[in-house]
């Protein structure tokens, strides 16, 4: 069993920066692989990242790639996406979510997921 909450979230304009960060409770943490999804408004919930248990593997959205990195700190039990050259488009609730062991592109493979927070980019 592992809680996420995340933070960092906020209004930003175009080109803007924001660091994500989504902490979990528990002593297993570093048994997980962990995720980045985003929702926005009237869509889908979809993919950004993912980083497997030692941080050795990750995977990112197309759309993000380039400008968003994912990175674990197992040690204090956190898992960042630093966004960087943010876009409109970008706007979304932002949620982590933790799986077992192998990281996955599919929202319906993790089982664990935070209350969300908002990102905002203006333009």
């Known amino acids: 069993q592992v809680q996420l909450v995340e933070s960092g979230g906020g209004l930003v304009q175009a080109g803007d920066s924001l660091r994500l960060s989504c902490a979990a409770s528990?002593?297993?943490?570093?048994?997980?692989?962990m995720g980045w999804f985003r929702q926005a408004p009237g869509k889908e919930r979809e993919f950004v990242s993912t980083?497997?248990?030692?941080?050795?593997?990750?995977y990112y959205a197309d759309s993000v790639k380039g400008r968003f990195t994912i990175s674990r700190n197992n040690a204090e039990n956190t898992v960042y996406l630093q966004m960087n050259s943010l876009k409109p488009e970008d706007t979304a609730v932002y949620y982590c979510?933790?799986?077992?062991?192998?990281?996955?592109?599919?929202?319906?493979?993790?089982?664990?997921w935070g209350q969300g927070t908002q990102v905002t980019v203006s333009s």
């Open positions: 528990g002593r297993t943490f570093s048994s997980y692989a």
């Open positions: 979510a933790a799986k077992g062991a192998y990281t996955s592109v599919y929202y319906s493979d993790y089982n664990y």
């Open positions: 980083i497997s248990w030692n941080g050795g593997t990750t």
